[in-house]
């Protein structure tokens, strides 16, 4: 059973930093699309990032680019999300998600698994 599991989420200061981590288990994720969406109060979930496997090919939401890093560690099957200069408007609920594949997509639809989420606010 493939599950997914974020952590790193939690309470900044504008201008602040963190680091999300997904660690995926129950399947081999060394073929599979790894993306970032975020859900904010009374909002639809939104793309932020994605990253393939072998050739590590990114993409950005226009919103976060410049600020934001994904990476992957295959051998330990865990992407990261390293957000810096956090504005308030970050603040939502982060969701690691993979689809099996190697094209990259930004639409949630196109993604099979998905965490729980973790949240992430920045006080202003």
């Known amino acids: 059973q493939v599950e997914l599991v974020e952590s790193g989420g939690g309470l900044v200061q504008a201008g602040g930093s963190l680091r999300l981590s997904c660690a995926a288990s129950?399947?081999?994720?060394?073929?599979?699309?790894m993306g970032w969406f975020r859900q904010a109060p009374g909002m639809e979930r939104e793309f932020v990032t994605a990253?393939?496997?072998?050739?590590?090919?990114?993409h950005y939401a226009d919103s976060v680019k410049g600020r934001f890093t994904i990476s992957r560690d295959i051998s330990k099957d865990t992407v990261y999300l390293q957000m810096n200069s956090l504005k308030p408007e970050d603040t939502a609920v982060y969701y690691c998600?993979?689809?099996?594949?190697?094209?990259?997509?930004?639409?949630?639809?196109?993604?099979?698994?998905w965490g729980q989420g973790t949240q992430v606010t920045v006080s202003s």
């Open positions: 998600a993979a689809r099996q594949g190697i094209v990259l997509h930004t639409m949630q639809s196109q993604y099979d698994y």
């Open positions: 990253i393939t496997s072998s050739l590590s090919s990114t």
């Open positions: 129950g399947h081999t994720f060394s073929n599979f699309v």
